[in-house]
C-alpha cells in the first residue's frame, strides 16, 4: 500500500493539476471553455462578430448553446443577462416575437428540467440585454443551461455575443463538492494524500465524507482514490 501511495502522489505532484470549486460558466469572446454549439465551431472571432445564431433552420435543426457542466448545490437561482443581438437579419419578414430567448436547465443527461423565456420589447434594436432569472429546480445537483430560440426562423434569430451568470440566494447547505475530501474549497493534490492517510487509518475526522465517495456507491475505498487521480489528470 506504501509503494501504492508513493506512485500515486508522485504521478500527481508531476502533473501538478488542480480544480478549484466550480463557478457558474461566462460566456464571451474570452471566455467560452467547455460550451458547446450546433451550428458550428466556436472561436473568438465568431463570437465578437454575433454569429452565434439561434433559430430552427429549413431542415429542422434547432440550433443551441449549451454550457459546460456545473454544480448547483447551494444555489437557490441563476440570473443571466445576455446580449442578443438581431439588426443584421432585420427585413421586411422580422417578426419580433420570434425573437424570444430560452434558458432551459438540463441535468447531466440533457434532459430538459426547468426553463424561462424573455422576449425583447423593441423592434429593430441591434443589441438588447436581456434579463432572465430561473429557480434552481430542488434536487438537481450537477446541470447545464441551455440557449434557444424556439419559435425564430431565419429572418427572425438572433445571435448571442456574451451571458453573465450569477448564482443568487445560496441557501446554507453542506458543503458538497465531490472530490474536495479535506473540504477546503479546491480539489488537488492534498485530496489525494487526505483519501489515502484515511484508508490507511481509518480516521474519518480527515475527510468529508459527502465529497470522497467520488464513484457514488456508499463507500470510500481504492476506487475512489482512482476515480480523483482520473479527475485530477482530466482538468485542462
Known amino acids: 500500500m506504501t509503494r501504492i501511495k508513493t506512485f500515486i502522489l508522485l504521478a500527481a505532484a508531476i502533473i501538478g493539476l488542480g480544480a478549484h470549486a466550480q463557478e457558474l460558466p461566462q460566456f464571451s469572446s474570452s471566455s467560452f471553455d467547455g460550451w458547446s454549439y ?18 430552427v433552420t429549413r431542415q429542422g435543426l434547432v440550433l443551441t448553446l449549451t454550457s459546460p457542466e456545473f ?9 443571466a443577462e445576455v446580449r442578443w443581438y438581431t439588426q443584421s437579419f432585420f427585413d ?20 430538459p428540467i426547468d426553463s424561462v423565456t424573455c422576449v425583447p420589447t423593441i423592434s429593430g434594436v441591434s443589441n438588447q440585454n436581456l434579463k432572465f432569472s430561473l429557480p434552481m429546480p430542488q434536487g438537481l445537483t450537477r446541470g447545464r443551461l441551455r440557449f434557444v430560440s424556439w419559435q425564430a426562423d431565419v429572418t427572425s434569430c438572433g445571435a448571442i455575443k456574451w451571458i453573465i451568470l450569477t448564482p443568487i440566494g445560496a441557501s446554507p447547505q453542506p458543503s458538497v463538492l465531490v472530490g474536495d475530501v479535506d473540504n ?10 487526505t483519501l489515502i492517510d484515511y484508508l490507511l487509518s481509518g480516521n474519518s475526522v480527515l475527510i468529508n465524507p459527502l465529497n470522497a465517495d467520488l464513484i457514488n456507491d456508499g463507500n470510500i475505498n481504492i476506487a475512489d482514490v482512482t476515480a480523483l487521480i482520473d479527475k485530477l489528470l482530466s482538468v485542462r
Open 38 to 55: 450546433n451550428g458550428g465551431t466556436l472561436d473568438e472571432t465568431e463570437i465578437a462578430m454575433g454569429k452565434i445564431t439561434l433559430y
Open 71 to 79: 454544480q448547483c448545490t447551494g444555489i437557490d437561482s441563476i440570473a
Open 92 to 111: 421586411d419578414n422580422f417578426v419580433l416575437s420570434k425573437t424570444a430567448l430560452t434558458m432551459a436547465i438540463d441535468d447531466t443527461e440533457g434532459n
Open 184 to 193: 477546503n474549497g479546491s480539489i488537488n493534490i492534498a485530496d489525494v494524500t
